[in-house]
């Protein structure tokens, strides 16, 4: 029988210390409160958190972060991005609907948590480490579609500055992937804008912050606006995506 479900991706909520505090002239706090509105509205049946939840670290921001997500009692899975502290993470977020990187199955899909986050990093860039990889092998030792989520861009986006903080080894990610056509989508957060390139048979999908968009020219209005994606996951392998924008 063929199963659906939806999974909202919220990402770069950027929070910091206090729900008032500004940050590039958006209020995370308000911002993501916001987007929650619109996602209570959907009712997806997952939420993954694609990093860069806490702007500094800081304990408060996730405490903000849980008693912002948890009203919904939606299973929520997340992974740290170059602003985040994974140790406070690991202590803060103990919420039970709040669950750590790993690989699960739901809806008849492999979710894959993949951590892109590089120790001492000089300027926010990413790496998978040796271990990701290990675990990245293993987990597609599963026949299943999967969709794999991390924070970085392993892709280039084509903006110098920013490309120079993406994946530094995204070749052994990409190489990987290649081996596993039961990859089926990319997903990312960090960029701060929407984006999509076809790769082979892989949808590589970047996603907007939930408060600070990146400063595009091009950008319309609306694209300036806080979002999120929305993916519809169907256990036949395939899938649908769409951004949800959310007026200030
Ligand atoms: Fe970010």
């Given at each position: 029988?063929?199963?659906?479900?939806?999974?909202?991706?919220?990402?770069?909520?950027?929070?910091?210390?206090?729900?008032d505090?500004?940050?590039?002239?958006?209020?995370?706090?308000?911002?993501?409160?916001?987007?929650?509105?619109?996602?209570?509205?959907?009712?997806?049946?997952?939420?993954?958190?694609?990093?860069?939840?806490?702007?500094?670290?800081?304990?408060?921001?996730?405490?903000?972060?849980?008693?912002?997500?948890?009203?919904?009692?939606?299973?929520?899975?997340?992974?740290?991005?170059?602003?985040?502290?994974?140790?406070?993470?690991?202590?803060?977020?103990?919420?039970?609907?709040?669950?750590?990187?790993?690989?699960?199955?739901?809806?008849?899909?492999?979710?894959?948590?993949?951590?892109?986050?590089?120790?001492?990093?000089?300027?926010?860039?990413?790496?998978?480490?040796?271990?990701?990889?290990?675990?990245?092998?293993?987990?597609?030792?599963?026949?299943?579609?999967?969709?794999?989520?991390?924070?970085?861009?392993?892709?280039?986006?084509?903006?110098?500055?920013?490309?120079?903080?993406?994946?530094?080894?995204?070749?052994?990610?990409?190489?990987?992937?290649?081996?596993?056509?039961?990859?089926?989508?990319?997903?990312?957060?960090?960029?701060?804008?929407?984006f999509?390139q076809?790769?082979?048979?892989?949808?590589?999908?970047?996603?907007?912050?939930?408060?600070?968009?990146?400063?595009?020219?091009?950008?319309?209005?609306?694209?300036?606006?806080?979002?999120?994606?929305?993916?519809?996951?169907?256990?036949?392998?395939?899938?649908?995506?769409?951004?949800?924008?959310?007026?200030?």
């Amino acid at each position: 029988m063929l199963m659906s479900i939806t999974i909202a991706q919220l990402t770069d909520t950027h929070l910091c210390c206090h729900p008032d505090a500004k940050l590039r002239g958006s209020r995370p706090w308000h911002s993501l409160k916001a987007v929650m509105q619109q996602v209570a509205k959907i009712n997806p049946d997952y939420l993954l958190l694609t990093g860069d939840l806490a702007d500094r670290g800081s304990p408060f921001a996730y405490q903000q972060l849980i008693d912002l997500i948890s009203p919904l009692q939606i299973p929520t899975y997340w992974l740290s991005g170059n602003h985040d502290c994974l140790s406070v993470m690991r202590e803060v977020l103990v919420h039970p609907l709040f669950h750590a990187p790993k690989a699960v199955i739901i809806g008849g899909w492999q979710l894959i948590l993949l951590d892109s986050t590089l120790a001492n990093s000089r300027f926010g860039e990413g790496e998978i480490s040796p271990q990701s990889l290990q675990f990245l092998a293993e987990s597609l030792e599963v026949e299943l579609p999967t969709l794999i989520a991390l924070h970085h861009h392993p892709l280039p986006f084509g903006i110098d500055w920013l490309d120079q903080i993406k994946v530094k080894n995204g070749n052994e990610l990409l190489a990987s992937i290649d081996r596993a056509p039961q990859v089926k989508a990319v997903v990312f957060g960090h960029i701060h804008a929407a984006f999509h390139q076809k790769r082979g048979n892989i949808d590589f999908y970047g996603s907007p912050s939930t408060c600070v968009q990146l400063d595009l020219p091009q950008a319309t209005p609306l694209e300036k606006q806080p979002g999120f994606r929305l993916f519809h996951l169907h256990s036949d392998g395939r899938h649908q995506t769409e951004i949800h924008r959310v007026l200030r």
